[in-house]
């Protein structure tokens, strides 16, 4: 993460993530679904260590 | 070095393709555009024992079917009573489709023998991937969320299928949802390698290759979103193709990534995996993400050759932690490539590929989240108590739009960046898996999931086996640019033409 956050701070976090996305997780599923989502964090992160341009764009072409 | 495109048909008409193990049943190779014309009338038994029928190759079950020494009712009998006596120990199967498999076979062998061949699948029995759809045939994906979902239409691949007239004999074991390598728990029991029933057979189309290694179908089908074609294809020792994506339509199978997900053939033989390819793809209007492009005979590819050919393969570094008998294979596989006239040199990949991982990741698990939102929210607790699925998706979910868009310029960048390492390549080759099957392996670049995330083409195919331990099989991957099939199955079937590995048989 860009500023380091606890694991009580990310959990924190998720309960509020998770009603605005429909599923308004549980303290147990919450607790169950930190690791992983602090493994996606880290693969964010590692993403953002990326250089691209303001001009870089989303789009993938798919079909070729 | 550029090559002309005479010299490099000039120097592939100089190797032959590999005569088929089954000679002995009295026909000789032939493309399966070149077989000869079919009239029709009664079977002649072409005195096949039950066992030389497990591990026919569709190439050579074509020939015979269509000159009417082979009964696809005798095909299929043979690998049901093969399915009855061995899926017990492999678990390749969450539906064995016996009574429907029955009546499709007896209805192609009437059409043929009235003068109504259809093609190189007719008569063929084939087996798919549980996440296809199939019209009143439960399709589980392996979740306890869809063991009630029985689907009222076919996928279009399978629906592709039927109309060559092949012979649906079942659907074939998966991880929960296409999650994962096999070992995870679901509905249904584990699939099992047949080179050893106490390891996995890779996943997640692990019930595909487990039977093929086996000898319980003919030709297979499976998906592909984080290397789940060539995992398992590597593992049991099989072919297994993840065409570009769009090649095949997506339309009808069960969904993990939309932008990641693909279809493709599986198979023993390179050329069936071609024939097979020629009936499964082209444009389809129920998936907007197909392409239109025409279908050439991926079958005219397979006597190309390699003399010519320009090989790339990664540079010593990223081969940390790869097993040694994986390299060893690796290395054996390149001076094959070398004697048979490829140019073989090493290349940088762009900087990009050392987070490609982390980009299919999250692409993978946002879009995976997005699909699984109405069952996520209605049925939770239905998924599967023993796999990680659930918490997976609901981490997923957590993923906010800012940070999938991030992953997908990354993405679109490195398409760029690998296109333009192409430009100077014909193939790329790397192993097919970093270890044997269930042996550890701790590397930075396994080499899959980079070609999910730019959609390029990738097959494995069996190119060692290994020591330590022992008799596990080992794959090599070959990579090509976008809709450029043809010239990895020319350089597939020349090393297959040139070795020995797909014609061992596991013993269990």
């Given at each position: 993460?860009?500023?380091?956050?606890?694991?009580?701070?990310?959990?924190?976090?998720m309960?509020?993530?998770?009603?605005?996305?429909?599923?308004?997780?549980?303290?147990?599923?919450?607790?169950?679904?930190?690791?992983?989502?602090?493994?996606?964090?880290?693969a964010?992160?590692?993403i953002?260590?990326?250089?691209?341009?303001?001009?870089?764009?989303?789009f993938?072409p798919l079909?070729? | 070095?550029?090559?002309?495109?005479?010299?490099?048909?000039?120097?592939?008409?100089?190797?032959?393709?590999?005569?088929?193990?089954?000679?002995?049943?009295?026909?000789p190779?032939?493309?399966?555009?070149?077989q000869?014309?079919?009239?029709?009338?009664?079977f002649?038994?072409?005195?096949?024992?039950?066992?030389?029928?497990?591990?026919?190759?569709?190439?050579?079950?074509?020939?015979?079917?269509?000159?009417?020494?082979?009964?696809?009712v005798?095909?299929?009998?043979?690998?049901?009573?093969?399915?009855?006596?061995?899926?017990?120990?492999?678990?390749?199967?969450?539906t064995?489709?016996?009574?429907?498999?029955?009546?499709?076979?007896?209805?192609?062998?009437?059409?043929?023998?009235?003068?109504?061949?259809?093609?190189?699948?007719?008569?063929?029995?084939?087996?798919?991937?549980?996440?296809?759809?199939?019209?009143?045939?439960?399709?589980t994906?392996?979740?306890p969320?869809?063991?009630?979902?029985?689907?009222a239409?076919?996928?279009?691949?399978?629906?592709?299928?039927?109309?060559?007239?092949?012979?649906?004999v079942?659907?074939?074991?998966l991880?929960?949802?296409?999650?994962g390598?096999?070992?995870?728990?679901?509905?249904?029991p584990?699939?099992?390698?047949?080179?050893?029933?106490?390891?996995t057979?890779?996943?997640?189309?692990?019930?595909?290759?487990?039977?093929?290694?086996?000898?319980?179908?003919?030709?297979?089908?499976?998906?592909?979103?984080?290397?789940?074609?060539?995992?398992?294809?590597?593992?049991?020792?099989?072919?297994?193709m993840?065409?570009?994506y769009?090649?095949v339509?997506?339309?009808?199978?069960?969904?993990?990534?939309?932008?990641l997900?693909?279809?493709?053939?599986?198979?023993?033989?390179?050329a069936?995996?071609?024939?097979?390819?020629?009936?499964?793809?082209g444009?389809?209007?129920?998936?907007?993400?197909?392409?239109?492009?025409a279908?050439?005979?991926?079958?005219?590819?397979?006597?190309?050759?390699?003399?010519?050919?320009?090989?790339?393969?990664?540079?010593?570094?990223?081969?940390?932690?790869?097993?040694?008998d994986?390299?060893?294979?690796?290395?054996?596989?390149?001076?094959?490539?070398?004697?048979?006239?490829?140019?073989?040199?090493?290349?940088?990949l762009?900087?990009?590929?050392?987070?490609?991982?982390?980009?299919?990741?999250?692409?993978?698990i946002?879009e995976?989240?997005?699909?699984?939102?109405?069952?996520?929210?209605?049925?939770?607790d239905?998924?599967?108590?023993?796999t990680?699925?659930?918490?997976?998706?609901?981490?997923?979910?957590?993923?906010?739009?800012?940070?999938?868009?991030?992953?997908q310029?990354?993405?679109?960048?490195?398409?760029?960046?690998?296109?333009?390492?192409?430009?100077?390549?014909?193939?790329?080759l790397?192993?097919?898996?970093?270890a044997?099957?269930?042996e550890?392996?701790?590397?930075?670049?396994?080499?899959?999931?980079?070609?999910?995330?730019?959609?390029?083409?990738?097959?494995?195919?069996?190119?060692g086996?290994?020591?330590?331990?022992?008799?596990?099989?080992?794959?090599?991957?070959?990579?090509?640019k976008?809709?450029?099939?043809?010239?990895?199955?020319?350089?597939?079937q020349a090393?297959?033409?040139?070795?020995?590995?797909?014609?061992?048989?596991?013993?269990?």
């Amino acid at each position: 993460m860009a500023v380091p956050m606890t694991d009580a701070e990310l959990k924190a976090l998720m309960k509020p993530l998770s009603r605005v996305a429909g599923l308004d997780l549980s303290d147990e599923r919450v607790d169950r679904d930190l690791a992983t989502y602090k493994g996606h964090l880290a693969a964010i992160d590692r993403i953002k260590a990326v250089d691209l341009p303001i001009e870089a764009e989303p789009f993938v072409p798919l079909k070729r | 070095m550029n090559v002309s495109r005479r010299d490099f048909l000039a120097g592939s008409l100089a190797i032959p393709l590999a005569q088929p193990p089954s000679q002995s049943y009295g026909e000789p190779r032939r493309s399966s555009r070149e077989q000869p014309s079919s009239g029709g009338g009664a079977f002649r038994p072409a005195n096949q024992k039950p066992d030389d029928l497990a591990f026919i190759s569709l190439t050579d079950a074509a020939a015979l079917i269509k000159a009417r020494r082979l009964s696809p009712v005798e095909l299929t009998q043979a690998l049901l009573a093969r399915i009855d006596r061995l899926d017990g120990k492999v678990g390749a199967f969450i539906t064995v489709t016996r009574e429907e498999a029955l009546r499709s076979a007896r209805a192609a062998e009437g059409e043929i023998a009235a003068g109504r061949y259809r093609g190189p699948l007719h008569g063929i029995p084939f087996g798919v991937k549980d996440t296809h759809y199939t019209t009143g045939v439960r399709t589980t994906a392996n979740t306890p969320v869809l063991t009630d979902f029985v689907p009222a239409f076919d996928a279009t691949v399978v629906a592709r299928l039927r109309r060559a007239g092949a012979v649906l004999v079942g659907k074939t074991s998966l991880p929960e949802f296409s999650f994962g390598s096999a070992g995870g728990g679901g509905a249904f029991p584990d699939a099992h390698n047949p080179w050893n029933l106490a390891r996995t057979p890779g996943g997640s189309s692990s019930g595909s290759a487990a039977a093929l290694a086996a000898g319980l179908l003919t030709v297979a089908t499976g998906g592909d979103t984080s290397g789940s074609i060539r995992n398992p294809a590597t593992f049991c020792g099989v072919v297994g193709m993840k065409p570009t994506y769009g090649r095949v339509s997506r339309h009808g199978i069960v969904v993990i990534s939309w932008s990641l997900d693909h279809v493709g053939p599986m198979s023993r033989t390179v050329a069936d995996n071609a024939t097979l390819l020629n009936v499964i793809a082209g444009p389809d209007p129920a998936d907007d993400t197909s392409s239109d492009r025409a279908v050439p005979d991926y079958t005219r590819a397979l006597r190309r050759g390699v003399r010519g050919l320009r090989v790339g393969i990664p540079k010593p570094p990223q081969f940390d932690g790869y097993h040694r008998d994986v390299m060893r294979a690796f290395e054996e596989s390149l001076a094959v490539f070398r004697k048979l006239g490829a140019i073989v040199n090493e290349v940088d990949l762009p900087p990009t590929s050392g987070v490609i991982d982390d980009v299919q990741q999250i692409v993978r698990i946002a879009e995976a989240a997005s699909y699984h939102e109405p069952f996520l929210t209605t049925k939770a607790d239905r998924y599967a108590t023993t796999t990680t699925v659930r918490r997976d998706l609901e981490s997923g979910s957590l993923i906010t739009a800012v940070q999938y868009l991030r992953a997908q310029k990354v993405r679109a960048r490195f398409v760029k960046d690998l296109t333009d390492v192409f430009r100077t390549l014909d193939v790329f080759l790397t192993p097919g898996m970093p270890a044997p099957a269930g042996e550890p392996a701790d590397v930075k670049q396994p080499f899959r999931r980079m070609f999910n995330v730019c959609g390029f083409p990738a097959l494995v195919l069996p190119n060692g086996f290994s020591t330590t331990p022992v008799g596990l099989p080992i794959g090599l991957q070959i990579a090509a640019k976008p809709f450029a099939e043809e010239t990895i199955y020319a350089a597939a079937q020349a090393f297959e033409s040139a070795t020995e590995w797909h014609t061992r048989r596991p013993n269990f």
